[in-house]
């Protein structure tokens, strides 16, 4: 069974206070790892994916990096907009291409 | 491109009806995937298909049923509501060649009273 365990549940940041969020996977044949951010009333908005352990993937503010057995979302000097959840997903080659996500960390970044 | 487009957008039930959510992409996309979304839970998956004529179990399929209409259009249905079931239900496709992203709708707000 395809797990995905991401923490903190909730976090929050000062602007301009880096940190980095957690997500930890037990997967059968990792296909891909990705990372969404969901704003309030919306569907998940797709970020990065990350194929093997090393991998590294930026956009603006945001890093992701891989692991064997976990992958982490990097925030530098996070501005209020960057408040979001962020969804950590495995892609398992294993279940027939089964996508299975994490509960999300809620980001909350203070002016 | 509208992408991945879910009807309807707002839906109150009482227990025991039932309903079909709709959901259809225009991305030619081979797989589809049904979730609900509950405080806390994240996202949990319902059903998906890999591929036209192919649909698979997820983790809370009790008390749902799926067709894969065509390539384009996967429904999701109630037979009977229960409390139970309200949630947001969040339709998603992806391209099956390779680890490719997948793509989400708006989302489907439903009350079942």
């Known amino acids: 069974e395809d797990q995905v365990t991401q923490s903190p549940e909730a976090l929050r940041l000062q602007e301009g206070e880096s940190s980095s969020l957690n997500c930890s996977y037990t997967v059968s044949g990792l296909r891909g790892l990705f990372w969404y951010r969901q704003d309030p009333g919306k569907g998940p908005e797709f970020l990065f994916t990350?194929?093997?352990a090393g991998e590294e993937k930026e956009k603006e503010r945001l890093k992701a990096t891989l692991t064997k057995k976990e992958s982490f979302l990097h925030i530098t000097a996070p501005k209020p907009e960057d408040s979001a959840t962020y969804l950590c997903a495995v892609l398992s080659g294993g279940s027939n291409y089964k996508l299975t996500f994490g509960k999300g960390t809620l980001l909350t970044v203070n002016p | 491109n509208a992408g991945v487009t879910q009807t309807p957008k707002f839906q109150v039930l009482k227990t025991g009806q039932s309903m079909t959510l709709q959901c259809a992409q225009d991305?030619?996309?081979?797989?589809m995937y049904w979730y609900r979304q509950d405080p806390g839970m994240g996202l949990r998956l319902i059903y998906y298909?890999?591929?036209?004529?192919?649909?698979d179990k997820g983790e809370v399929p009790n008390g749902y049923n799926v067709s894969r209409l065509n390539k384009r259009e996967f429904s999701l249905r109630l037979e009977s509501a229960a409390p139970s079931q309200t949630s947001v239900y969040f339709c998603?496709?992806?391209?099956?060649?390779?680890?490719?992203?997948?793509?989400f709708g708006q989302g489907t707000r439903l009350t079942v009273v």
């Open positions: 998603a496709s992806r391209s099956s060649g390779g680890a490719t992203e997948a793509f």
């Open positions: 298909s890999a591929s036209e004529g192919t649909t």
């Open positions: 990350l194929y093997s």
């Open positions: 991305m030619n996309h081979n797989s």
